[in-house]
């Protein structure tokens, strides 16, 4: 497939990192260093051009693409260079960016004539969110308009012994959820029912977002489900994720240093507590009793500052922290540091976009420690050799089917259960099996 | 030097006034001019009568006259009338409308109206649709007279509403904007055809609640239910309930009606005390559930229903009535004091202290932003309740930011400063309004007690009607000596310009550059 990508900025060169192998691929960008950059490190052609220009994009062969992804940090570039693409090669999808969750609304309304839309903020608050809701696993992916949770905790001293230490057919499993994989060390184990969580271990498991939530509590006893949080920070990022989290009757307070974004925040957050304050005064974080939130999230433009405020507020209390690495760097330094999760928004950004740009059977994909795991979600073909075969009799190759979708509707199989023709699946599979996994189905 | 005579031309001399007064008085002339035609009105009813017309007619042509010979006096300032002239002319046009008010008392209201400032006095509690009155001997008036009264509160209602949509808005007072569209354009002369739309829109709602009110209020005596009401009374009782006025062709007020009767004016003052623009919504657009959804009309109703509550309990406690009397009597008298209207069901004057109590702080309450109403009103109260919850919140934790909010969207921090300032103006008007009325009082020995020159300021500022002791509901105000009645049409012009336009024409950077 030829893909077209203007921007190779950070998303950009992340994309570009994840489709560069299986696809043709032309990059356009008005800077030629990061174009530069970008041809040292992959096999990919380049162009030095405008993206809001019909000329430069059509002498860069956009016509020729069979895939447009828009991607640089200004959403006007992305939008004209989305609409170009429409004309120059009609008959290719078009993902953009923005950072504007107007568009994404727009879009949604089908206002706007692309095919996909992708904002970092909103991005970055699902993600968040969906740590939020299982505070226990240490990633956490969505699929089927949220119907299916896949999470991947680690399994330590603090776990409920009705799932540790006993044959998973004898635990007392939460309903409507299955062990996808037992990652022991380096290896990987597809459960059967005589196998065993050990202390230690690291599990995946698919299941309904309730059930993540029971195997989030019995992992870790002592958090219950987060009703308190502080954000710090209002600007873009931080307003996406406080909305999010309010939309889930989570009470959120805010800190905004600047008296006119704290300000926006409090008009269009009735329900958030909004401090103008930097936060970073031991007098006001003892005096609000910032340390009694059961979770702390940082969304400032400045890593430093988000680090910082992170071990800050750590010091004063706060349990659990999640920090915006906005350079990628960040995230390693972040988890060093002692944050408990720190959240790329350019690379959860890119994510989606490579998401969107496999296999178009593939709705979706997520990817665990790293990329050694993913998490495919495919629609079965009528020739699968696999349709019409009960769960039960299912092999275990380096696979597991986490959950069916049947006429929008999530289903978490049973032995008896039967594969259906046109069923979506939700697979649990080493990288390495991506292929031929999605062939057999 | 061509060229530098030529610029002292164009520099010209030293401009002085920073209003532009001609202007103004052009428009207020404009004013007069149409408003002189309301006197065709008690020319008709005088005819229908077969009383005397001439005393409407010269009130009419003088009031036309003036007008038309202001508005070509200064003919040639047409059209530049912006928000400075528009305080100028509010102030200017209560003050003509009270003098053309006046004329027809001077001329046939026969020895009780026959001073020029009780003639004004009557024409000032009419038009800002007071309802304080100087008549004495109401069986002396002609019919056409009586019905003079009670129209020119209607009239005002009108003006009322014009004030409340298209004109307090622009000049910033009021403390909402009363429509959600914003209000166009800078020029208040040429009202913009949106505005004269909404204008005209609201208007239909008051004459059309006018109507039904007659209507049923006359179909009451057409039924033998209340014989009392005739036609002629229940449109004299209509004109002055729309307008939360509270004039009454009878010396006893409502007093002479039946309880039914009682229980109509009743609902009919509750919603002349409502939004209009409100009211537009959830009638006329059969959109209920905006009732239900505005902050200030839920808080309206708690307060009547509370204090209705709290006054029957304390007349049946202390044994004045009893059953649907002491209900009826409650409720009556305190939407009517609250709504701003005026009326008494009942000479609530001899109540103990306790119960005038209760009455004297809903002379502070008011209908809403919106209505005809007078006084505080409610939209500031609840706005004043939400900002000294902030600053109580504030003292804890001062960093945090809570914009006040009014159904849900938030309020410009200057409204919220204007609303604050405008609560202590009004108490002090009141304060020292009631200093001179008590002193006056001393000094001529009018009877009015000190103790009750407070709720006789409160009553004229806040456009209620009837205070306590002499000045109360069965009494009148004509014992008062003249500063005291000059001081009260002060008050009761001010309140009803919402005191700050007024205000505004006493600083010095309003006339001078």
């Given at each position: 497939m030829k893909v077209f990508l203007i921007g190779a900025g950070q998303v950009g060169s992340t994309v570009v990192e994840a489709l560069h192998v299986d696809h043709e691929v032309t990059v356009l960008d008005t800077e030629a260093s990061r174009l530069q950059a970008l041809t040292a490190r992959f096999d990919v052609a380049v162009y030095e051009g405008d993206g809001t220009s019909r000329k430069d994009l059509a002498a860069a062969g956009?016509?020729?693409?069979?895939l447009v992804i828009a991607c640089t940090s200004r959403d006007e570039v992305n939008l004209v260079a989305g609409m170009f693409a429409r004309r120059e090669a009609p008959r290719a999808p078009t993902v953009i960016r923005t950072s504007s969750i107007e568009y994404v609304e727009l879009w949604r309304e089908g206002q706007?004539?692309?095919d996909f839309v992708v904002s970092s903020e909103l991005e970055t608050a699902y993600a968040i969110s969906r740590i939020i809701g299982v505070p226990a696993a240490s990633q956490t992916d969505v699929f089927a308009d949220g119907q299916v949770q896949v999470g991947e905790f680690e399994i330590d001293e603090?776990?409920?012994p009705e799932v540790v230490g006993v044959s998973l057919r004898d635990a007392d499993i939460p309903q409507d959820?299955?062990?996808?994989a037992i990652i022991r060390r380096d290896e990987t184990i597809f459960p059967g029912g005589d196998d065993v969580i050990l202390h230690g271990d690291r599990i995946v498991v698919i299941g309904s977002p309730g059930a993540a939530k029971a195997w989030s509590s019995l992992l870790w006893?002592?958090?219950?489900?987060?009703r308190d949080v502080v954000v710090y920070g209002a600007g873009r990022v931080g307003s996406a994720i406080a909305r999010v989290l309010i939309d889930q009757s989570i009470n959120v307070r805010m800190i905004e240093a600047s008296r006119e974004q704290a300000r926006r925040a409090a008009e269009s957050f009735p329900s958030a507590r909004v401090?103008?304050?930097?936060?970073?005064d031991p007098d006001f974080i003892e005096r609000e009793r910032i340390?009694?939130?059961q979770a702390g999230i940082f969304a400032m433009r400045d890593d430093a500052k988000n680090l910082y405020a992170a071990s800050l507020t750590r010091v004063h209390g706060i349990p659990f922290t999640i920090a915006i690495a906005?350079?990628?760097?960040s995230v390693d330094a972040f988890e060093r540091a002692g944050i408990d999760v720190s959240v790329n928004p350019r690379g959860v950004t890119a994510e989606e976009i490579v998401r969107f740009a496999h296999?178009?059977?593939?709705q979706q994909v997520a990817m665990l420690e790293g990329n050694r795991y993913e998490v495919l979600d495919v629609t079965t073909r009528e020739?699968?050799?696999?349709?019409?075969?009960s769960f039960r009799d299912m092999p275990v190759h380096g696979a597991l089917i986490g959950a069916i979708v049947r006429d929008g509707k999530a289903i978490f199989p049973h032995g008896d259960d039967m594969l259906q023709a046109g069923d979506r699946v939700i697979v649990f599979t080493e990288s390495a099996n991506v292929s031929w996994v999605v062939e057999a189905l | 030097m061509p060229v530098a005579s030529e610029a002292a031309a164009r520099i010209g001399p030293p401009r002085r006034?920073?209003?532009d007064f001609p202007a103004a008085v052009n428009l207020v002339g404009m004013l007069g001019k149409y408003l002189g035609l309301a006197a065709l009105f008690p020319v008709a009813v005088a005819l229908w009568y077969g009383e005397t017309i001439w005393p409407f007619v010269v009130a009419g042509a003088v009031t036309s006259g003036v007008g038309l010979a202001l508005e070509r006096l200064t003919a040639?300032?047409?059209?530049?009338?912006g928000v400075r002239e528009g305080f100028l002319v509010v102030a200017a046009t209560w003050l003509l409308a009270a003098s053309f008010a006046a004329i027809p008392y001077l001329l046939a209201?026969?020895?009780?109206?026959?001073s020029p400032i009780d003639a004004y006095f009557e024409g000032m509690s009419g038009f800002t649709t007071?309802?304080?009155?100087?008549?004495?001997?109401?069986?002396?008036?002609e019919r056409s007279v009586n019905m003079w009264r009670q129209f020119t509160q209607w009239l005002g209602g009108m003006g009322i509403i014009v004030l409340a949509i298209a004109v307090l808005p622009r000049l910033r007072v009021?403390?909402?904007?009363?429509?959600?569209?914003e209000l166009p354009g800078p020029e208040i002369a040429q009202l913009s055809e949106r505005i004269r739309a909404t204008a005209r829109s609201l208007w239909v709602l008051y004459v059309g609640l006018t109507a039904l009110e007659t209507l049923l209020l006359a179909s009451l005596g057409w039924l033998g239910i209340?014989?009392?009401?005739t036609e002629f009374e229940a449109l004299a009782h209509a004109f002055t309930t729309m307008p939360t006025?509270?004039?009454?062709?009878?010396?006893r007020s409502i007093e002479p009606f039946s309880p039914t009767a009682q229980w109509i004016i009743v609902v009919f003052m509750l919603l002349a005390g409502a939004n209009f623009a409100l009211m537009y919504r959830g009638f006329l657009r059969r959109r209920p559930r905006v009732f239900l959804r505005d902050e200030e009309f839920r808080l309206y109703l708690a307060l009547a229903a509370l204090a209705s509550a709290a006054l029957t309990a304390m007349l049946w406690g202390y044994g004045i009535a009893e059953g649907e009397e002491a209900v009826r009597s409650g409720v009556f008298q305190v939407v009517s004091i609250m709504t701003t209207t005026?009326?008494?069901?009942?000479?609530?004057?001899?109540?103990p202290s306790l119960l005038l109590l209760t009455l004297f702080a809903l002379m502070?309450?008011?209908?809403?932003?919106?209505?005809?109403g007078g006084s505080i009103k409610v939209v500031r109260h609840l706005l004043l309740g939400k900002v000294l919850r902030r600053e109580i919140d504030q003292t804890l934790s001062p960093e945090v930011v809570m914009p006040i909010r009014l159904n849900a969207s938030p309020v410009d921090e200057r409204t919220v400063r204007a609303i604050a300032a405008f609560i202590l103006l009004y108490v002090g008007f009141w304060a020292v309004g009631s200093a001179i009325l008590a002193i006056d009082s001393a000094i001529?020995?009018?009877?009015?007690q000190t103790i009750d020159a407070l709720g006789t300021a409160a009553t004229a500022l806040g456009n209620v009607g009837p205070g306590f002791g002499?000045?109360?509901?069965?009494?009148?105000?004509?014992?008062?000596g003249d500063v005291s009645k000059l001081t009260l049409i002060g008050l009761m012009w001010v309140g009803r310009l919402e005191i700050v336009p007024v205000v505004v024409l006493l600083t010095r950077h309003y006339w001078r550059l």
């Amino acid at each position: 497939m030829k893909v077209f990508l203007i921007g190779a900025g950070q998303v950009g060169s992340t994309v570009v990192e994840a489709l560069h192998v299986d696809h043709e691929v032309t990059v356009l960008d008005t800077e030629a260093s990061r174009l530069q950059a970008l041809t040292a490190r992959f096999d990919v052609a380049v162009y030095e051009g405008d993206g809001t220009s019909r000329k430069d994009l059509a002498a860069a062969g956009i016509g020729a693409a069979d895939l447009v992804i828009a991607c640089t940090s200004r959403d006007e570039v992305n939008l004209v260079a989305g609409m170009f693409a429409r004309r120059e090669a009609p008959r290719a999808p078009t993902v953009i960016r923005t950072s504007s969750i107007e568009y994404v609304e727009l879009w949604r309304e089908g206002q706007l004539d692309v095919d996909f839309v992708v904002s970092s903020e909103l991005e970055t608050a699902y993600a968040i969110s969906r740590i939020i809701g299982v505070p226990a696993a240490s990633q956490t992916d969505v699929f089927a308009d949220g119907q299916v949770q896949v999470g991947e905790f680690e399994i330590d001293e603090d776990a409920s012994p009705e799932v540790v230490g006993v044959s998973l057919r004898d635990a007392d499993i939460p309903q409507d959820s299955k062990v996808a994989a037992i990652i022991r060390r380096d290896e990987t184990i597809f459960p059967g029912g005589d196998d065993v969580i050990l202390h230690g271990d690291r599990i995946v498991v698919i299941g309904s977002p309730g059930a993540a939530k029971a195997w989030s509590s019995l992992l870790w006893p002592a958090g219950g489900t987060v009703r308190d949080v502080v954000v710090y920070g209002a600007g873009r990022v931080g307003s996406a994720i406080a909305r999010v989290l309010i939309d889930q009757s989570i009470n959120v307070r805010m800190i905004e240093a600047s008296r006119e974004q704290a300000r926006r925040a409090a008009e269009s957050f009735p329900s958030a507590r909004v401090f103008s304050a930097t936060g970073f005064d031991p007098d006001f974080i003892e005096r609000e009793r910032i340390g009694y939130a059961q979770a702390g999230i940082f969304a400032m433009r400045d890593d430093a500052k988000n680090l910082y405020a992170a071990s800050l507020t750590r010091v004063h209390g706060i349990p659990f922290t999640i920090a915006i690495a906005h350079e990628a760097m960040s995230v390693d330094a972040f988890e060093r540091a002692g944050i408990d999760v720190s959240v790329n928004p350019r690379g959860v950004t890119a994510e989606e976009i490579v998401r969107f740009a496999h296999d178009p059977r593939m709705q979706q994909v997520a990817m665990l420690e790293g990329n050694r795991y993913e998490v495919l979600d495919v629609t079965t073909r009528e020739s699968s050799r696999y349709i019409g075969t009960s769960f039960r009799d299912m092999p275990v190759h380096g696979a597991l089917i986490g959950a069916i979708v049947r006429d929008g509707k999530a289903i978490f199989p049973h032995g008896d259960d039967m594969l259906q023709a046109g069923d979506r699946v939700i697979v649990f599979t080493e990288s390495a099996n991506v292929s031929w996994v999605v062939e057999a189905l | 030097m061509p060229v530098a005579s030529e610029a002292a031309a164009r520099i010209g001399p030293p401009r002085r006034l920073a209003v532009d007064f001609p202007a103004a008085v052009n428009l207020v002339g404009m004013l007069g001019k149409y408003l002189g035609l309301a006197a065709l009105f008690p020319v008709a009813v005088a005819l229908w009568y077969g009383e005397t017309i001439w005393p409407f007619v010269v009130a009419g042509a003088v009031t036309s006259g003036v007008g038309l010979a202001l508005e070509r006096l200064t003919a040639g300032a047409r059209g530049r009338v912006g928000v400075r002239e528009g305080f100028l002319v509010v102030a200017a046009t209560w003050l003509l409308a009270a003098s053309f008010a006046a004329i027809p008392y001077l001329l046939a209201g026969g020895e009780q109206l026959s001073s020029p400032i009780d003639a004004y006095f009557e024409g000032m509690s009419g038009f800002t649709t007071t309802g304080a009155t100087v008549v004495t001997d109401y069986d002396e008036l002609e019919r056409s007279v009586n019905m003079w009264r009670q129209f020119t509160q209607w009239l005002g209602g009108m003006g009322i509403i014009v004030l409340a949509i298209a004109v307090l808005p622009r000049l910033r007072v009021g403390g909402r904007q009363v429509m959600e569209s914003e209000l166009p354009g800078p020029e208040i002369a040429q009202l913009s055809e949106r505005i004269r739309a909404t204008a005209r829109s609201l208007w239909v709602l008051y004459v059309g609640l006018t109507a039904l009110e007659t209507l049923l209020l006359a179909s009451l005596g057409w039924l033998g239910i209340d014989d009392a009401m005739t036609e002629f009374e229940a449109l004299a009782h209509a004109f002055t309930t729309m307008p939360t006025g509270g004039f009454s062709t009878q010396p006893r007020s409502i007093e002479p009606f039946s309880p039914t009767a009682q229980w109509i004016i009743v609902v009919f003052m509750l919603l002349a005390g409502a939004n209009f623009a409100l009211m537009y919504r959830g009638f006329l657009r059969r959109r209920p559930r905006v009732f239900l959804r505005d902050e200030e009309f839920r808080l309206y109703l708690a307060l009547a229903a509370l204090a209705s509550a709290a006054l029957t309990a304390m007349l049946w406690g202390y044994g004045i009535a009893e059953g649907e009397e002491a209900v009826r009597s409650g409720v009556f008298q305190v939407v009517s004091i609250m709504t701003t209207t005026g009326y008494a069901s009942t000479d609530f004057a001899l109540w103990p202290s306790l119960l005038l109590l209760t009455l004297f702080a809903l002379m502070f309450v008011g209908g809403s932003a919106g209505s005809t109403g007078g006084s505080i009103k409610v939209v500031r109260h609840l706005l004043l309740g939400k900002v000294l919850r902030r600053e109580i919140d504030q003292t804890l934790s001062p960093e945090v930011v809570m914009p006040i909010r009014l159904n849900a969207s938030p309020v410009d921090e200057r409204t919220v400063r204007a609303i604050a300032a405008f609560i202590l103006l009004y108490v002090g008007f009141w304060a020292v309004g009631s200093a001179i009325l008590a002193i006056d009082s001393a000094i001529t020995g009018s009877g009015l007690q000190t103790i009750d020159a407070l709720g006789t300021a409160a009553t004229a500022l806040g456009n209620v009607g009837p205070g306590f002791g002499i000045t109360g509901p069965m009494g009148s105000f004509a014992p008062l000596g003249d500063v005291s009645k000059l001081t009260l049409i002060g008050l009761m012009w001010v309140g009803r310009l919402e005191i700050v336009p007024v205000v505004v024409l006493l600083t010095r950077h309003y006339w001078r550059l």
